[in-house]
Nanobody, 118 residues
Framework: QVKLVESGGGLVQAGVSLRLSCAASGSIISIDNMGWYRQAPGKQRELVATINSGGNTNYADPVKGRFTISRDNAGNTVYLQMNSLKPEDTAVYYC????????????WGQGTLVTVSS
């Protein structure tokens, strides 16, 4: 079994920074892509950023230049540094990973709530 556990969410004011973390644990051989998605109230889940095992990154247009995704050297923890937060960034942020375990798995975390007040 493989688990993703997110942390770092909270209530902040617009303009400040916040850093989310997501740690993978369990029967892991390796992890290919890792990413962050978010779901605002009444909206569909959307991509925020992804990073592959080679360190290549991809960002959604609304967060480009403000958010940075990174991974630790072991490759099992992914971070999302969020700067210049806006009220429209308010959402539940979910971690996602493509994991090579005893079989290939797509795993989701439980989510962490980020609320940005104006």
């Amino acid at each position: 079994q493989v688990k993703l556990v997110e942390s770092g969410g909270g209530l902040v004011q617009a303009g400040v920074s916040l850093r989310l973390s997501c740690a993978a644990s369990g029967s892991i051989i390796s992890i290919d892509n890792m990413g962050w998605y978010r779901q605002a109230p009444g909206k569909q889940r959307e991509l925020v950023a992804t990073i592959n095992s080679g360190g290549n990154t991809n960002y959604a247009d609304p967060v480009k230049g403000r958010f940075t995704i990174s991974r630790d050297n072991a490759g099992n923890t992914v971070y999302l540094q969020m700067n210049s937060l806006k009220p429209e960034d308010t959402a539940v942020y979910y971690c996602n990973a493509d994991v090579r375990s005893w079989r290939y798995l797509e795993v989701w975390g439980q989510g962490t709530l980020v609320t940005v007040s104006s």
